[in-house]
């Protein structure tokens, strides 16, 4: 009677089954559906990794294309909601705005609330994963005071985010391919990382019967701390901070000393306790959008040298402690010219069908609420004091 394990922060509690991601930490292996993330990264594209997370295999020729297609025709936002925006201050940061917005697209689409008809699930695995960027781009039109861009479908799904977030109506945005490649990846990259603290708040906001939408916006709430998606953005605010070379060592001794609470902003994983191998691929994108753009960035020397130490210094070592995904995202992100505030709603963007497919993975078998249990350690029973005896 009363006994359950006390596990704070399920470092070794399963909580579901799950045949959508697999990860050997120790090993550095990250298989999504079986295939390794290299592969899809190198090989795949991001919305055929969408359908292979959501329906489990590969699609042919003619199911990506139609995908696609789907995807491309759900992209605009109701012209309601483009007044929802206003409600918000300029300077709110965007996952604030994001976070407030998915919320709101079970408003306007109520059909989502029917979650046990597996064709109204379709369609909002198809809004989200289509509106993700154009929320995106938007938050980031508002903040800057331009117009909102719509999407455009002739281009891929990477392209028509870069075009959203920097055309205006008066200039076209002539797409890079290699940043377009870039961006592609970044979203790949972060579609699926099974149960991390948003797919399992996902998951957990999902168990009570909870509409897609309303569970991918407690995602984004999740996502959002710099222990989780917010690591990328503080990564940059870490390189600027440090902002010389000369610092670097001063950094690195904060890092390592256990009275202070600085920590190195994209080092160390949960689960990865040797090279993340979504941060190898990264790191190859990032130094291919440099020498794309010709881009010396001081920052960036930061960056090199800070890889550098965290592979020879023993603290580092002993504790597996290496760059992770966010480590190389946040370059890339500042090359192409994305501010640092808006690092973490384009990790949320690629992380939608990773949410999708947990949420949608749940509620298709047999599931219960989750309830975890607690230690309590508060006071024993005791007789309430009128307020005049206080
Ligand atoms: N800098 C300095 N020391 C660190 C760091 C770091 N970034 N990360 C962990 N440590 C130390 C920690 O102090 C502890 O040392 P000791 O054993 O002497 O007490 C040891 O390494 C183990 O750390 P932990 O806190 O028990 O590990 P955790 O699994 O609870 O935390 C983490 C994982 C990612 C939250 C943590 O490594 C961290 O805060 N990293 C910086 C933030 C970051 O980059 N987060 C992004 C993660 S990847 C994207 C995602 O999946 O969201």
């Known amino acids: 009677k009363g006994l359950f394990t006390f596990d704070p922060g399920f470092v070794s509690t399963a909580a579901c089954e799950s045949k959508i991601t697999y990860i ?199 996502l959002w701390g710099p222990a989780h998606g917010g690591a990328n953005e503080a990564v940059l605010n870490m390189l600027e901070e440090i902002g010389d070379e000369s610092q670097i060592d001063e950094f690195v001794a904060r890092a390592k000393d256990k009275d202070d609470p600085f920590r190195l902003m994209g080092f160390g994983h949960r689960v990865y306790k040797n090279f993340d191998p979504r941060a190898k691929v990264m790191k190859q994108t990032c130094d291919e959008v440099l020498s794309e753009l010709g881009i010396d960035d001081p920052l960036l020397k930061i960056a090199k040298r800070l890889e550098q130490i965290a592979i020879e210094d023993p603290y580092f070592a002993e504790r597996k402690l290496y760059p992770n995904v966010d480590f190389y995202s946040g370059i890339i992100l500042k090359a192409i010219g994305i501010p640092t505030e808006m690092f973490t709603v384009i990790f949320a963007t690629g992380r939608t069908p990773g949410w999708i497919a947990h949420w949608h993975e749940m509620i298709s078998g047999p599931y219960r609420i989750g309830r975890p249990r607690q230690l309590y350690t508060g006071n024993t029973q005791r007789d309430y004091t009128p307020i005049e005896k206080r």
Do not use: W
């Open 24 to 222: 050997d930490g120790d090993k550095g292996i990250l298989l999504h559906r079986g295939y390794p993330i290299d592969q899809l990264a190198e090989q795949s594209d991001y919305l055929e990794t969408c359908f292979l997370l959501l329906y489990g295999e590969l699609p042919s020729a003619e199911e990506k294309e139609k995908f696609a297609s789907t995807i491309t025709r759900h992209t605009m936002l109701h012209e309601q909601l483009n007044h929802f925006f206003n409600g918000f201050r300029r300077d709110a940061h965007p996952m604030a705005v994001m976070c407030g917005v998915v919320g709101a697209l079970s408003a306007f689409y109520h059909d989502s609330l029917d979650i046990g008809n597996e064709y109204h699930r379709e369609v909002a695995a198809y809004r989200l994963i289509a509106k993700m960027p154009t929320i995106a781009a938007m938050v980031y039109k508002y903040s800057i005071g331009q117009p909102f861009m719509f999407p455009r479908n002739d281009l891929s799904y990477a392209g028509n985010f870069l075009h959203m977030m920097f055309a205006t109506p008066c200039e076209e945005y002539v797409v890079n391919p290699v940043l377009e490649r870039a961006m592609d990846r970044i979203f790949l990259l972060h579609a699926d990382h099974e149960q991390n603290a948003s797919t399992s708040t996902v998951r957990l906001a999902g168990s009570s019967g909870a509409n897609p939408f309303a569970c991918i916006a407690a995602g984004i709430a999740a």
